[in-house]
């Protein structure tokens, strides 16, 4: 069965710091371009960054570039998401997800506020 369990969500004030995870099961994930995806309260599913397969190639949403940091560790099947500098802007739900057939996990919350 194909899985992704996001983790590292919760409340932090505008500035701080968040790292998510994503372990993946079920499929060769190193084989798999990985992605993260927001939905905003009220609002439709935002894309945030790519990275590729070997972890050599990334992109970013011009909302975090700069501040967010997508990477992989292949032997851990596992994603991850570092995010600087929170905004409020930035508060959502954070989905990863494989970008060939947009499987995504059930989710982590990210809230910022003072």
């Known amino acids: 069965e194909v899985q992704l369990v996001e983790s590292g969500g919760g409340l932090v004030q505008p500035g701080g710091s968040l790292r998510l995870s994503c372990v993946a099961s079920g499929f060769i994930f190193s084989g798999s371009a990985m992605r993260w995806v927001r939905q905003a309260p009220g609002k439709g599913l935002e894309w945030v960054s790519t990275?590729?397969?070997?972890?050599?190639?990334?992109t970013y949403a011009d909302s975090v570039k700069g501040r967010f940091t997508i990477s992989r560790d292949n032997a851990k099947a596992t994603l991850y998401l570092q995010m600087n500098s929170l905004k409020l802007e930035d508060t959502a739900v954070y989905y990863c997800?494989?970008?060939?057939?947009?499987?995504r996990g059930q989710g982590t919350q990210v809230t910022v506020s003072s």
């Open positions: 997800e494989k970008a060939s057939t947009g499987l």
């Open positions: 990275i590729s397969s070997g972890g050599g190639t990334t």
